[in-house]
């Protein structure tokens, strides 16, 4: 396994990104792909996470209705889209992959995200 994030960058209230988690290692149909985040400061925290199927997806509540997980099997893709951005949605944001929803066994190196009010 391994994953490459992209995607982040400096953006203003109310903007929207798409990040991006590419395993450009061995894929199996038991991995969930988690996205994290962490603020200065603060711990690391589960944002989002989809099961290989696609299909079954876990969002933390604070972005529910705002961020969307989505997957590409075929390019070995995550994507998180993030819309109605906050400040408090700065931080690094990593994915990782484990077995189960907020779990992780594997880390990408992080990508940042910044969002000015």
């Known amino acids: 396994v391994q994953l490459q994030a992209s995607g982040g960058g400096l953006v203003q209230a109310g903007d929207s990104l798409r990040l991006s988690c590419t395993n450009s290692?061995?894929?199996?149909?038991?991995?969930?792909v988690n996205w994290f985040r962490q603020a200065p400061g603060r711990e690391r925290e589960f944002v989002a996470a989809?099961?290989?199927?696609?299909?079954?997806?876990y969002y933390q509540d604070s972005v529910k209705g705002r961020f969307t997980i989505s997957s590409d099997n075929a390019k070995n893709t995550v994507y998180l889209q993030m819309n109605s951005l906050k400040p408090e949605d700065t931080a690094v944001y990593y994915c990782?992959?484990?077995?189960?929803?907020?779990?992780?066994?594997?880390w990408g190196k992080g990508t940042q995200v910044t969002v000015s009010s």
């Open positions: 989809i099961r290989r199927d696609g299909i079954r997806t």
């Open positions: 290692g061995r894929t199996y149909s038991s991995h969930v």
């Open positions: 990782a992959i484990g077995l189960s929803p907020g779990e992780a066994k594997f």
